[in-house]
């Protein structure tokens, strides 16, 4: 409520019987505020109730009542007022007592001074805008912290999004369903997992989609390459360091492991590390707390360790080039990501939310794969998986020629024309991309083939059936055969 009057004055109230002493404190003030007087607390009542007040001077002795006792009804009823008493040296005991139950900002004694009761009710006047405002900065630092906290919460709900198992593209019934079904059974537990598979072929997805289905999903998901950086290094990374550990060791670094406290850290390609590193790393996972190089002592942590290899993590440990007992640590549940080759359905739904990805992060337009193409796709063996198949599409997608409504098999490298897998333990040229019978395969390349035309034809049936020489009869029966109903 404004406590202003029209000329922009602060309105106070002088509370005392005698008329002389009003006249005098209202000559004092009125100056620096708008002064109202009242000879009695019934007289005061009325008036606070018919002008809002920024404070009250009140005489200790009244009729009826005392200064203190009428103060703290003020404070119960308008406790925004600042509260401050006027009285002699004989009831200083008596004001004193009752200070703290009246909320008594100052208190004044007779005889006062002009110049001391100015400059207390201007400090009273000050002090309560300063409390306004503190009053004004908490509501708003309170407001903007609900606001902050709810844009985080809807941050962290987008990002569980991205990254659940429904994000993994698949098709139903296929190899991946399998290993994304027990991942999502054992996400809310704290064990450790073990995810194999080759290059490419998604287990950081995978490790993503287990911690944001965790119970760890509000905190932090930390992944480093072990493969990448030497040993030095990689133990600096994720157990930290304290200056003047090693050369070039400026200043204290925190470990992936403390920063990730409450967190995931993944460990990509664990296999590549040497038997030393692995030595540190177990004792960490023992004891469940790390020593940042060059410090006296540990710092307790708590992380769940999801790790992946592409290597046969059983002969590197039969060999005895991984220490067994690291990885009876690190494989609490193991996963095995299957290739792309042994997943042909998934190539085609993988192949098309690729190219959407593409076009929008290219600035291009949504084209669709000519029917050439996704034949292309879906006969090469892919022995860099999904990573390679990325690289494919999003470098067809970039050399398409813009006057073309299609991508087709022009944009793709002569080995995906050609078939060829061209890496170490793949298909070789011309090999199928999958097993199985002639007409399996044949199906494959036909749902394929089908598909394709549908999403370019936008599910009209009438101009695909046409388009592929079928009756809409027959169109119909090929779609319920190669499972292409429209979702």
């Known amino acids: 409520m404004n406590s202003t009057d029209s000329a922009g004055l602060p309105a106070v109230l002088v509370v005392d019987d005698e008329t002389g002493s009003q006249d005098a404190i209202r000559r004092t003030l009125e100056e620096d505020f708008t002064v109202f007087t009242a000879g009695s607390a019934d007289e005061a009542r009325v008036l606070m109730e018919r002008h809002p007040l920024a404070a009250i001077l009140c005489d200790q002795r009244m009729p009826g009542t005392t200064g203190v006792q009428f103060l703290k009804e003020v404070r119960e009823r308008w406790p925004d007022v600042v509260r401050i008493i006027i009285s002699g040296y004989t009831d200083s005991e008596d004001i004193i007592a009752g200070i703290n139950d009246a909320g008594i900002y100052q208190y004044v004694l007779k005889p006062w001074m002009p110049a001391h009761l100015l400059d207390c009710m201007r400090g009273a006047v000050e002090a309560r805008g300063l409390q306004h405002d503190m009053n004004r900065l908490d509501l708003e630092l309170r407001s903007s912290t609900a606001v902050l906290r709810t844009r985080k919460q809807e941050k962290q709900q987008r990002v569980k999004a991205s990254f659940d198992f429904d994000r993994i593209v698949r098709t139903p019934g296929g190899p991946m369903d399998a290993v994304c079904e027990l991942a999502a059974r054992i996400a809310a537990h704290d064990l450790s997992v073990l995810v194999l598979g080759e290059s490419g072929s998604g287990k950081e997805l995978l490790a993503r989609a287990i911690h944001y289905s965790s119970k760890r999903a509000e905190r932090v998901f930390v992944m480093e390459n072990c493969g990448a950086i030497s040993d030095n290094l990689l ?10 550990s090693f050369t070039g060791a400026y200043e204290d670094h925190i470990g992936i492991f403390q920063r990730a406290d409450g967190g995931t850290v993944f460990l990509d390609e664990i296999g590549d590390t040497s038997p030393a ?17 060059g410090a006296t002592r540990a710092v307790p942590i708590n992380v769940r360790v999801l790790a992946a290899t592409h290597r046969d993590i059983d002969q590197e440990v039969r060999s005895g080039r991984f220490r067994q007992d690291l990885y009876y640590r ?58 390679e198949l990325r690289n494919e599409i999003y470098r067809a997608v970039a050399l398409a020629a813009p006057e073309r409504s299609h991508i087709d098999v022009r944009g793709f490298s ?12 793949a298909p070789g040229p011309h090999t199928p991309a999958y097993s199985g019978t002639l007409q399996e395969r044949l199906d494959v390349m036909e749902a394929a083939i089908v598909k394709e035309t549908l999403l370019r034809l936008r599910w009209n049936k009438t101009h695909a ?20 109903e429209k979702k």
């Open 235 to 244: 133990e600096s990374e994720l157990f930290g360091h304290k200056r003047g």
């Open 277 to 293: 590193f692995q030595v540190k790393l177990l004792r960490v996972l023992q004891e469940g707390e790390v020593r940042p190089v």
């Open 330 to 387: 690190l494989a609490g549940m193991t996963l095995t990501m299957p290739p792309l080759r042994e997943r042909p359905a998934d190539i085609m739904p993988i192949a098309e939310a690729l190219l959407l990805q593409a076009a929008g992060e290219l600035g291009l337009p949504a084209r669709a794969f000519a029917p050439g193409a996704m034949a292309s796709l879906v006969t090469y063996p892919w022995p860099g998986n999904i990573r």
């Open 414 to 425: 002569s080995k995906v024309l050609q078939g060829q897998g061209g890496g170490d333990g």
């Open 465 to 484: 059936a046409r388009e592929l020489g079928l009756s809409r009869v027959g169109l119909r029966g090929k779609m319920v055969r190669l499972g292409l």
